[in-house]
Structures are given as structure tokens and as C-alpha cells.
């Protein structure tokens, strides 16, 4: 998306709370009370990590059963993000001659009418006209494939977002792709687009002061709200006959599940017709593409159903108590 310079001055951002010696609990507490510019994808519908849906059950303190990443697992990518941020703002210093610092707030715009909207800089770039804020980024193998146009729309909605905060005129963006290769993206000002997010944000917000649940969309993301927030049923039967919207969305349903039984069938006589006409090669190569049918390595796994049926006491001694989940069936 192209950017445009700004033509007026904005106000800097007020600083809501310190967060030199804030702990994690302490700070996520503080964050529930507006949209940050890490969730500012997610509100407006963008993010490809989390839905609308989800980030109001955390905003609205509804999300203690929901998975969290934790910040000192050494195979999860949000430990990495941290352990690397000092290391691609130093490289970024480095790159472009320019001295970064530390922003050690919550950062909120200072406008009263948009309080809920609040930022965490990475850093801030110190005395230099051109640029004010430098956001650093870390992305392995798949993270990676986000970046190949260039600065992704979550990330873009992420800065201008903090822009919209600080009043700042543009930023850098620093990302680390597959711990070797640094680039560096300008983002400018937009003011009009800008004016939308504040837009949605609001919209969103809205959504988190009158307590009720945003509409669910198709990612993975609302399953997983849905699944948090409705974890069980109470047996009670919801006559929806005469509900025309719920009906119709019923039917279709019924619809895109029988579409997609044809297209499984499709592909299934696509891909045995394909098979057979392989046999035995590994490979088959195509003008757009290739194919590949080889048999994978043999493996060992413990026969749990022989070794209860010998040893029948190890179910009582090593027990593992799995919680029920709610199945969603459709009865013709």
C-alpha cells in the first residue's frame, strides 16, 4: 500500500504508565484497557494469528482458558522475537548510522476521544527528522514467506497505528529473516488510512465497552474462541424455526458441505488417476508443477492398546485425564 507524507502537525503521545520495572502480568493488565499496536490487526480483521473474536475475550478478560504463548519457551518464536530485538536494533544502528533508545512506557493518544488507543514502541529513533520510530522484527522459514512483498498489512496496521499515537511522521520496520538475512522498510505517515483504522478500532472498541461478542469468522482463531467461550452446553433444545437469518444460514452451510463433499470426490479420482498412471516412480513432472509418491520411513511406536490389555493396573497407576469438547453435528 502506498503511503503519503502528512501536511499538518499532530500532538506527541501522552505517557500513561512506566514500564521500566513492570512485570508481564502487570503490563498485559494495563493493555487490556485499549487497543495496542499489536492488536490493531486483529481488531480491524487483518491479523493472520488472531480474530476479532479472540482479541475481544482477552480485552474483555474472558480469555484465562485460551492457550498462551509462553515467553521463556525456547522453541516458541515470541522467546526468540524478544532474545533478538536488542541484536536487530543494534544491527539497524549499525546499517544506517542512526541511534536508537529504548521506549520504557505505555504510550496513549492524547486525544481524550481516542484514549483507548495505546503503544508500545520497540524504539524510538533519536534526532533525525526523516524518521521517528523503529518497530524490529524476527521471522524464520514460514514467518518468512509474509515478507516476500514487502512489509506485510498486519505489520503496516501495526505502525501506523503507533504513528496515530505518537504523532509521528514515519518509521522504520527492521526484520530479521531466518537469522541472517536484516532488511529495512520506510513507513510513512498515511493520514487517510489512518483515519480508517481509527475507524475499525472504534468500531471494534464499541464491541468491548458494551460487553458483547464480536461476529465469529472463519479462521482458526474464532474456532478456538468459540470453543473457549461456549465450553458447555446445558442441554437445552433452540427452536430456530421461525429465525429467517439462522435458517438461511443453515441452509447455507448444507450447501458448502455438500459442495465440498463433491470437490473431495473430485479430488480423490484426480489424484488415484494420477497415482495409477505413476505405479511405481517417485517423482512425475508437470509444465506447472510436480508430484511426488514415496513411501516414508519405517517407525516404532508403543502399542498402548496390547500393553493395557497385559498390564491392565497402569491405567490406575499413570492416569491422564482428557477434557470433553463440544461436537458440532448436522442432522438432516
Not at 479472540?54 to 482458558?65: S, Y
Not at 474464532?222 to 441452509?251: I, M, S, V, W
Request: glycine fraction near 6%; charge should be neutral.
Amino acid at each position: 500500500m502506498e503511503m503519503q507524507q502528512p501536511q499538518q502537525s499532530h500532538k506527541a503521545a501522552l505517557r500513561l504508565v512506566s514500564t521500566k520495572s513492570m512485570s508481564r502480568d502487570e503490563w498485559l493488565a494495563i493493555r487490556r484497557n485499549g487497543i495496542g499496536g499489536s492488536d490493531a490487526a486483529a481488531a480491524v480483521g487483518l491479523s493472520p494469528y488472531q480474530s476479532p473474536l479472540e482479541l475481544w475475550m482477552v480485552k474483555t478478560g474472558r480469555d484465562a482458558t485460551l492457550p498462551k504463548p509462553d515467553p521463556d519457551d525456547q522453541g516458541s518464536p515470541v522467546y526468540w522475537g524478544n532474545v533478538l530485538e536488542p541484536i536487530v536494533a543494534e544491527h539497524y544502528s549499525k546499517r544506517t548510522g542512526r541511534k536508537v533508545r529504548r521506549v520504557n512506557a505505555v504510550l496513549q493518544h492524547p486525544d481524550p476521544d481516542k484514549a483507548w488507543m495505546l503503544a508500545n514502541l520497540d524504539y524510538s529513533v533519536v534526532g533525525d527528522e526523516e524518521v521517528q520510530v523503529l518497530e524490529c522484527k524476527t521471522a524464520g522459514e514460514f514467518g518468512a514467506r509474509k515478507w516476500r512483498n514487502g512489509v506485510p498489512d498486519y505489520v503496516q496496521c501495526q505502525v501506523q497505528h503507533q504513528l496515530a499515537v505518537t504523532g509521528k511522521k514515519a518509521a522504520d520496520v527492521c526484520v530479521l529473516l531466518c537469522g541472517q538475512e536484516l532488511k529495512i522498510y520506510r513507513i510513512q505517515r498515511d493520514d487517510e488510512l489512518i483515519a480508517e483504522l481509527i475507524r475499525l478500532e472504534r468500531q471494534f472498541w464499541s464491541y468491548v465497552e458494551t460487553d458483547t461478542p464480536l461476529p465469529a469468522d472463519y479462521s482458526d482463531s474464532a474456532d478456538r474462541a468459540l470453543r473457549h467461550l461456549y465450553p458447555n452446553d446445558n442441554g437445552q433444545e433452540l427452536d430456530l424455526r421461525d429465525d429467517r437469518e439462522a435458517c438461511k444460514t443453515f441452509d447455507q452451510l448444507q450447501s458448502a458441505r455438500r459442495q465440498m463433499e463433491a470437490l473431495k470426490q473430485a479430488e480423490a479420482q484426480l489424484k488415484h488417476t494420477l497415482q495409477q498412471r505413476m505405479g511405481e516412480a517417485t517423482k512425475a513432472i508437470f509444465p506447472e508443477g510436480t508430484v511426488s509418491w514415496r513411501k516414508s520411513n519405517d517407525s516404532v511406536a508403543l502399542d498402548t492398546k496390547r500393553l493395557l490389555k497385559d498390564q491392565p493396573q497402569l491405567l490406575d497407576q499413570y492416569p491422564v485425564t482428557k477434557p470433553g469438547s463440544r461436537r458440532f453435528l448436522i442432522n438432516d
